[in-house]
């Protein structure tokens, strides 16, 4: 059990049969009557936020959310098998419980998988990745005044906006969080 005053963002709890997360909170003393809490807070299942408003100092259940290291062994279908490190058990997973983080995983990738109880939550990529350009138009000399890009589709078949530059068969460091190219490899 979490109290009301010790919700911080990032904060798990669970309400009504679900793991919520705290996204922002305040505490409100009024000059009449009892203090309270007021917070925004996100579903990590299904992503639907929430403001709820808390009495100060009442307790909630805190969620037991277990990070347990993975390695993705290959693709079967459209689900993505994953090994866990330490026991060797196989856990496969679809394209919408891993989110935008698909579009980034390659074979023999470690990440960690959020478990509540036995349930995925969600995976946790690093924060780049190192990904093979596959496809991408041919750079124009001297098309470079104005700095721009030029879309390119990588291993995993995600596209990423990548500089004039940048050509087939070069690795490239991308960011997991918005997709933007970071450099080369």
């Known amino acids: 059990m979490i109290s009301s005053n010790d919700f911080r963002p990032g904060v ?6 679900s793991i919520w997360k705290v996204v922002e909170f305040l505490h409100v003393k009024p000059g009449k009557g009892s203090a309270f809490v007021r917070t925004t807070l996100k ?5 639907k936020v929430l403001e709820r408003t808390f009495r100060a100092g009442e307790t909630v259940p805190q969620a037991t959310i277990e990070k347990r ?12 098998v994953f090994m866990d490190m330490e026991t060797y058990e196989e856990a496969r997973l679809n394209p919408e419980q891993l ?5 980034y ?11 509540w109880g ?7 990529l690093p924060t780049s990745v190192i990904l093979e350009v596959t496809d991408t138009d041919p750079g124009v000399k001297g098309d470079t005044a104005t700095g721009g890009s030029k ?5 995993t078949g995600a596209q990423i906006m990548v500089p004039l530059f940048i050509s087939i068969g070069e690795r490239i460091k991308v960011d997991t969080r918005d997709g933007s190219y970071l450099g080369r490899e």
Do not use: C, R, W
């Open 12 to 17: 798990s709890i669970e309400l009504e049969g």
């Open 43 to 47: 579903n990590v299942q299904t992503g």
């Open 69 to 80: 290291t993975m390695q993705h062994t290959y693709k079967e279908g459209e689900q993505f």
């Open 99 to 103: 989110g935008d983080g698909a579009k």
């Open 105 to 115: 995983i390659k074979e023999n990738m470690e990440v960690n998988v959020l478990y």
């Open 118 to 124: 036995e349930q995925v939550l969600n995976i946790e």
């Open 151 to 155: 879309p390119a589709i990588v291993e």
